[in-house]
């Protein structure tokens, strides 16, 4: 999973995720743009712009259900750091 975010990342294209928030809600497929990994207290993280959402979000990895890179080109908000 990791290695299409870095896929998607390193072409810029936008991946398609499916996602369990924290309180087990899943909102269906989200198309995000993919920029960076971080540790947090342990945890990894995969930060991404929600396009629906507009905005940077932080997403737990072992949260992600399915990652589906599109056909869809971005242009990079900030550094991609894949």
Do not use: C, H
């Not at 398609?16 to 993919?34: A, F």
């Not at 929600?50 to 992600?64: L, N």
Request: glycine residues 8%.
């Amino acid at each position: 999973m990791k290695e299409l975010i870095i896929e998607a990342g390193q072409s810029l294209k936008t991946i398609q995720i499916d996602y369990t928030e924290k309180d087990g809600s899943n909102e269906g497929w989200r198309e995000v743009e993919p920029y960076s990994f971080r540790e947090k207290n342990g945890v990894e993280y995969f930060y991404g712009y929600d396009i629906q959402k507009d905005g940077i979000r932080g997403f737990i990895i072992e949260s992600i259900n399915d990652v589906e890179i599109t056909d869809n080109s971005y242009e990079p908000r900030w550094p991609v750091e894949f």
